[in-house]
């Protein structure tokens, strides 16, 4: 089955520090990728969209300067925080799928924890 | 009104039990209906999904979809403590925006042998 590969799964770091988090798609193209943020005992909250060739699509409220995001190629798409706050910590996790338009056909990543200290 | 409402649990069940999770949700756009398993410090894994209203059924695991009530289940039978996790459920339309999902907060689970 299609895996999507994250790293590193667990970073700290100073306050403001910047951090990149890298995933990669290991056995197929995804042309879009997605980055989740989650608190515990939260939902998964889609931070951005990433788009091959393309600037990211950020949803309403997720600073597009603090969170860098590139998708170079299509097996792999970055997301940099930048200038890192401890409120910055969290649970970052990144999904790709082979079949684009498709809700369900989504792969995860194993997800990146972020401690800022 | 959350799109998604998900009890958060715990939920604590002997093994061998039947276990019965749900979601309500509000937008009637909703085609795709999906059950994720997250295990602690890792990343959702997909169990099942479900186009519209129906059952699914795989090994142990069954989902049910009721559009007309707004409301999704998933069913474990003979439940392992090998289960104990974090189900969330998910939700997509269909068409444009079909690739984001909507997720519920997760119900947390555990299985005790």
């Known amino acids: 089955g299609a895996v999507v590969s994250q790293h590193p799964s667990r970073v700290i770091c100073k306050s403001g520090t910047s951090v990149k988090i890298e995933c990669r798609s290991l056995d197929f193209q995804a042309t879009t990728m997605f980055w989740y943020r989650q608190f515990p005992k939260k939902s998964l909250m889609l931070m951005a969209t990433s788009n091959e060739g393309s600037k990211a699509t950020y949803e309403q409220g997720v600073e597009k300067d603090k969170f860098l995001i590139n998708h170079a190629s299509l097996t792999l798409s970055t997301l940099t925080v930048t200038s890192a706050h401890p409120e910055d910590s969290s649970f970052y996790i990144c999904?790709?799928?082979?079949?684009?338009?498709?809700?369900?056909?989504?792969?995860f990543g194993s997800g990146t924890r972020l401690t800022v200290v | 009104q959350k799109e998604v409402e998900q009890d958060p649990g715990p939920l604590s069940v002997p093994e061998g039990a039947i276990v019965s999770l749900n979601c309500t949700y509000s937008n009637s756009a909703f085609q795709y209906f999906m059950w994720y398993r997250q295990y602690s410090r890792k990343g959702p894994e997909l169990l099942m999904y479900?186009?519209?209203?129906g059952n699914k059924e795989d090994g142990r695991f069954t989902a049910q979809v009721d559009k007309s009530s707004k409301y999704i289940s998933l069913f474990i039978r003979d439940s392992q403590p090998s289960d104990s996790a974090t189900y969330l459920c998910a939700m997509s339309r269909s068409g444009a925006g079909s690739y984001q999902l909507t997720f519920g907060k997760g119900t947390k689970l555990s299985v005790i042998p």
């Open positions: 999904s790709a799928s082979a079949q684009q338009g498709v809700g369900y056909g989504y792969t």
């Open positions: 479900t186009y519209s209203s």
